[in-house]
Every structure is written in structure tokens, then in C-alpha cells.
């Protein structure tokens, strides 16, 4: 599975952007999804996930609330809808993918396949 994020950009405070993650490979439906961020100086950090269907979504406490993971399985695509930024979602957002039995997901260790990460900025 090969991993193309993109929509990273200058935003301000308070703004909301879309994030997409386009996966190759026909085994995508497979996997469950996730985006990661790392901020400057910072470790990488679980943003958000879903599992195989998209069915069951998990959020890290930062974002909860604000983003809204969802995938469609036709096209490959896994997205992050943000909104309300705040300049500490100033990161790189990288897209996963995990292969995890079941949908009930209780840690997002084990990444199978990392993308390329896109950049979001935040102003104040």
C-alpha cells in the first residue's frame, strides 16, 4: 500500500481545511486508517483513526470534537475534515495505514505503511 497525503496549508486560527490521504494497491478496504501529526520538536502523535469499514472512529482528546475522520473504500480515500483550528495543530499530518482484526481498535501502534506527511500551519 502506497500512501499519498495532500491539503496541508496556511490557515488561521479558527479556519478549516481538508486533509486526504490517497492509498494504492487494492487492499486498502483491508486496513484500518489513521493520521498521525508531528509538531517541531515534538514526537509523532495519533491524531485520529478508523477501522476497515469505517464504522468505528477513534480520536485523540486534542481533536475531538473538531475533526471528523471518514474514508470511502471505492476511491481509496481516507480524509480528515479540521475545523477550528488552533495554531497547536500547527504540524505535519502524516496518513497510516494499520492492519488491525476486528473494529475494535485499542492502540495505533503498528504502523503497516506510513505517507508522506503534509504540512498544516496554523496562525494566530
Do not use: H
Request: proline share 2%.
Amino acid at each position: 500500500v502506497q500512501l499519498q497525503a495532500s491539503g496541508g496549508g496556511l490557515v488561521q486560527a479558527g479556519a478549516s481545511l481538508r486533509l486526504s490521504c490517497q492509498a494504492s494497491g487494492n487492499t486498502f478496504s483491508s486496513y484500518a486508517m489513521a493520521w498521525f501529526r508531528q509538531a517541531p520538536g515534538k514526537e509523532r502523535e495519533f491524531v485520529s483513526g478508523l477501522d476497515w469499514s469505517g464504522g468505528s472512529t477513534y480520536y485523540a482528546d486534542s481533536v475531538k470534537g473538531r475533526f471528523t475522520i471518514s474514508r470511502d473504500n471505492t476511491k481509496n480515500m481516507v480524509y480528515l475534515q479540521m475545523s477550528s483550528l488552533k495554531p497547536e495543530d500547527t504540524a505535519v499530518y502524516y496518513c497510516a495505514a494499520l492492519f488491525k482484526i476486528g473494529s475494535i481498535i485499542d492502540n495505533w501502534s503498528g504502523v503497516n505503511y506510513w505517507g508522506e506527511g503534509t504540512l498544516v500551519t496554523v496562525s494566530s
